[in-house]
């Protein structure tokens, strides 16, 4: 019998809980009922963790402990204190390791057998499209392809952000409808809650002054971390995309040159929301600035992910100060560009 250990790591959240759950599932079918832990490496210690795992209860049979942060898990005596845990580890009392990076400390690893691994891939957009067509479809509805294209430019690109979005439509419209660019506008556009992509498109109006801009960034970053979608490594990684997406915009339009609409479909940018978003973007970082941008999310993720949760909201605030007022600080260099 494999050890009660699992590992499921990569970026693409939905699928990577939907497995969570279901090893969650099939402890209830054997045991009847589940005492559930969600933890974080930064903010728990091995041998309480240990603790809960080993603590058996008169009315619950089994335990399910759900560690996120497992990145972090990586001295030696945390890796000895799991390994001599597993030696005599019951299968009523099961630990799964969670990470968005793609792999953990390797002595860690090791603990873990390998069918009880798994990495979930981030989905490119064809996929992201053909799931998100599906998803409608299971529910009743279909949708134009205008439409799922202008979601994927709204949305986070992982299906537990989208199906979230998705959700939305089920209750504004009835079955059989089918979703349009417009519905999208409507839902999505103006009644959307905030996010990393929210975030950019507050912190990329030209039309606004650094100061205010920085003011209504700061206000919808504390907003998102009220939400249960708060995950700073999610933020920076929605801020990324977006920085990594004007480049592109940048690069495509070098020295003037005009992109018809095919063209731009091709390179990614098919709804006008995101043409206007990325033109308007480009107004206010040039393509060296997003370097210098990219360089300074990278810093703070690094930090973060080092620090734990007690400093990540003035880091994220620090971030987002270097990036709206002095274009990406912490790498200069790269404003010649």
């Not at 308007?280 to 703070?300: E, K, M, N, P, Y």
Request: hydrophobic letters at 40%; glycine letters at 4%; aromatic letters at 8%.
């Amino acid at each position: 019998m494999a050890a009660p250990i699992y590992l499921y790591s990569g970026p693409e959240i939905g699928s990577r809980n939907e497995q969570v759950e279901s090893i969650k599932n099939s402890l209830i079918k054997k045991f009847g009922d589940v005492d559930n832990y969600l933890l974080y490496a930064s903010d728990s210690k091995i041998e309480d963790i240990i603790a809960k795992l080993q603590t058996e209860s008169l009315f619950v049979p089994a335990t399910c402990v759900v560690l996120r942060e497992a990145e972090l898990v990586k001295k030696k005596e945390e890796i000895e204190l799991l390994s001599s845990w597993l030696k005599g580890a019951k299968d009523s009392a099961v630990l799964i390791l969670v990470t968005d990076e793609i792999s953990v400390d390797s002595k860690l690893d090791k603990l873990v057998p390998k069918e009880n691994k798994q990495i979930f891939w981030a989905m490119d957009e064809s996929r992201l499209a053909s799931w998100l067509q599906g998803y409608f479809r299971k529910n009743g509805y279909a949708i134009e392809a205008e439409a799922v294209d202008s979601i994927l430019e709204l949305t986070e690109n992982n299906t537990e952000a989208l199906r979230g979005e998705c959700n939305r439509f089920f209750l504004c419209f009835p079955k059989d409808h089918t979703i349009t660019e417009s519905d999208v506008e409507q839902i999505l556009a103006h009644n959307r809650e905030e996010s990393a992509f929210t975030l950019f498109d507050a912190m990329a109006n030209p039309n606004e002054s650094p100061s205010s801009r920085l003011e209504e960034s700061l206000s919808i970053l504390q907003k998102i971390l009220l939400t249960k979608n708060n995950s700073p490594v999610m933020i920076l990684a929605g801020l990324a995309s977006c920085f990594r997406r004007l480049e592109l915009w940048h690069s495509i339009h070098a020295g003037g040159a005009y992109l018809d609409e095919f063209t731009l479909k091709t390179k990614g940018f098919s709804s006008k929301t995101a043409r206007n978003q990325y033109s308007r973007a480009a107004r206010v970082w040039s393509f060296g600035q997003c370097a210098a941008v990219l360089a300074s999310i990278s810093g703070t993720d690094s930090e973060i992910r080092s620090s734990g949760q007690s400093l990540q909201e003035t880091q994220l605030s620090m971030l987002l100060y270097e990036i709206i007022m002095k274009n990406g600080g912490r790498c200069a260099k790269c404003e010649a560009v």
